[in-house]
């Protein structure tokens, strides 16, 4: 009957731990959709389940990251720098970010996102289609360099990598009859774990930028319009 019950015990332990790795929140960053990042420090918690079924080493990075701030003598403590509310970050990307591109209709204030009206700046091919953008924090993205998946460093409040991404949001664009293309941009963030091209704790992981329009009958030569992938 003992032997009967250890098995029964043990079923169960591996029932549990099989749940909880297939069962638990996934780091999905409140479902955006990214191609090549994924997880949101911002909406995931920070021991969510990522893309090799093992959680987000939170509790390394902490260890790691305990001391980032701290100096080394008195006077040099009295100057650390004040953590600015995440955010205030994320506003301040999001305005820069409409300065930098223009006019724009707003889809909603929340972290649904915002988005660009195509009928508002049908001039430039970028804005022949309607997207959507807003910010996350990844934590994890496949490295540019190696092709390998990555860890991105999030620290909350105090180390994290907040970036913009804007997505397409139409297949095709009306005013000049063509398709719309998704396009990227690299980012470096800081990484773990280090490897032959990560030795510095950086890496190049490609973030969606926005989306163009590609006219169906134009010449394969002569579009003036950015690739879908920035060539290097």
Do not use: M
């Given at each position: 009957m003992f032997l009967a019950m250890s098995r029964c015990l043990g079923l169960i332990l591996i029932i549990t731990a099989f749940t909880y790795a297939y069962g638990a929140n996934k780091c999905e960053g409140n479902g955006l959709g990214l191609k090549y990042v994924w997880g949101d420090a911002?909406?995931?918690?920070?021991?969510?389940?990522?893309?090799?079924?093992?959680?987000?080493?939170?509790?390394?990075?902490?260890?790691?990251?305990?001391?980032?701030?701290?100096?080394?003598?008195?006077?040099?403590?009295?100057?650390?720098?004040r953590t600015i509310d995440p955010e205030l970050t994320r506003q301040a990307l999001l305005h820069n970010y409409k300065a930098a591109h223009g006019d724009y209709s707003i889809a909603g204030s929340s972290r649904n996102g915002r988005a660009f009206s195509a009928k508002e700046s049908c001039g430039s091919p970028a804005r022949l289609c309607k997207t959507r953008y807003n910010t996350t924090a990844p934590m994890y993205g496949i490295s540019l360099t190696s092709g390998q998946p990555v860890t991105i460093v999030q620290k909350f409040p105090d180390l994290l990598q907040q970036v913009v991404f804007e997505v397409c949001e139409s297949k095709e664009c009306d005013v000049v009859h063509g398709e719309c293309t998704q396009t990227y941009v690299p980012y470096l963030f800081l990484v773990i774990p280090l490897g032959p091209v990560t030795l510095t704790g950086q890496d190049y992981v490609l973030v969606e930028n926005g989306c163009v329009c590609k006219p169906r009958n134009s010449a394969s030569g002569s579009s003036d319009t950015p690739p879908s992938v920035p060539n290097f």
């Open positions: 911002l909406t995931d918690s920070n021991d969510c389940i990522g893309p090799n079924n093992v959680q987000y080493p939170s509790a390394a990075i902490l260890r790691s990251y305990r001391n980032l701030w701290a100096g080394s003598s008195r006077a040099a403590r009295s100057h650390q720098p």
